[in-house]
């Protein structure tokens, strides 16, 4: 498994149910978006509340949702302006790269906002686990896969934002330095409460 991690054997056939499943399953599923927004109060809000109280816990990740929601709103702004045409636009939106700094958040945000980046749980959402099921494939199926986990990977990214913000301010809130509050809310509120769905999480077999 962690050889598969560090050097990633592809498996056309694997790959192709994967995908196959993903898309019959989920991607296509109004029912799974609903519950897949609900994700940080369904796993996250208990364990904050369970440290810094429902109420301040509730309030706070409802802060931070509407700072991930501008966050990826100026996201999604920036990538469609840079396309040209209709394809190009939604290739832009495929493929853009987070936008934070007009997404309203303190200078403190920001730099966590960036160590959350470079910590790489912005990335380990499911459509980019499926992006491997894309590599070697023609630009068309790869663009195909991309445009079909694109919902569910903002979806996604909102929940690890939420998560992550609102752990943080929470520790900030309470006294702690930035690097404690850093550490809280990547480690405790995303990689703790968040589902993982890197290769080293995956069945053997898959």
């Known amino acids: 498994r962690f050889s598969n991690t560090m050097s990633p054997v592809q498996s056309p056939v694997v790959d192709g149910l994967k995908a196959f499943g993903y898309n019959f399953y989920l991607a296509f599923s109004p029912a799974f978006y609903m519950v897949n927004m609900m994700q940080p109060y369904h796993l996250t809000l208990p364990v904050l509340g369970g440290r ?17 929601l501008r966050i990826v709103y100026s996201t999604l702004k920036q990538g469609g302006s840079e396309g040209s045409g209709a394809w190009g636009t939604a290739l832009g939106l495929l493929d853009a790269n987070l936008k934070f700094d007009d997404a309203g958040l303190s200078a403190h945000e920001k730099q966590f906002v960036e160590r959350l980046l470079a910590s790489g749980q912005l990335d380990t959402t499911q459509s980019y686990s499926l992006g491997r099921l894309a590599s070697g494939s023609s630009a068309g199926w790869s663009n195909t896969m991309k ?23 929470l ?10 509050a850093t550490s809280r809310g990547i480690d405790d509120a995303v990689r703790g409460t968040q589902y993982d769905y890197s290769d080293h999480n995956t069945a053997s077999a898959l």
């Open 171 to 180: 520790e900030m809130k309470a006294g702690k330095d930035f690097e404690k």
């Open 147 to 169: 445009f079909i986990a694109a919902g569910s990977h903002y979806t996604e990214v909102v929940n690890r934002l939420t998560a992550g913000l609102s752990g943080f301010n």
């Open 52 to 68: 810094y109280g429902y109420v301040r816990s509730a309030k706070e990740m409802a802060s931070s949702t509407a700072k991930a």
